[in-house]
């Protein structure tokens, strides 16, 4: 296989220009930076305050909620207190030793009799004092 010869390059060293040019400096607007950093520290400690903020508000809702459990722990436990008092004083024998010995109340006999005129009557399954 035959080798290539590069006789004729895509370019040639003489036609180079090698005369220097001019460095171009991009000018920054220090004005425009200046106040996108500021921007951006205004912000940051916008978002810091309303984080700080959140925070508190959360502490005093959780210190609230906190309260309420113990309020109503303490709740629970004098209604649980209260029930007791209701059955202890609603006992049918402790109203009945009441009634007789404060009141002067006695208990009820089963059979009731009531004073007739004289006439007898026909038997009506009650019993009649004469």
Partial sequence: MLARQYDSYAWNVD???????PIKIKHINYRIFR??????????ILCYLGSVML??????????????KHEEQQL???????KIDVDRLSNPARIA????TKLGMS???SNIYVQADGK???????AYAK
């Fill in 107 to 109: 208990t009820a006999r």
């Fill in 97 to 100: 030793g009441l009634a007789t």
């Fill in 15 to 21: 036609d180079i220009d090698v005369t220097p040019q």
């Fill in 76 to 82: 629970l436990t004098k209604n649980e207190a209260l």
């Fill in 35 to 44: 106040h996108q950093i500021i921007a951006l520290f205004v912000v940051g």
């Fill in 55 to 68: 925070s508190e508000v959360y502490v005093s809702k959780t210190s609230a909620l906190v309260n309420m």
């Fill in 120 to 126: 007898k009557i026909a038997y009506d399954g009650y």
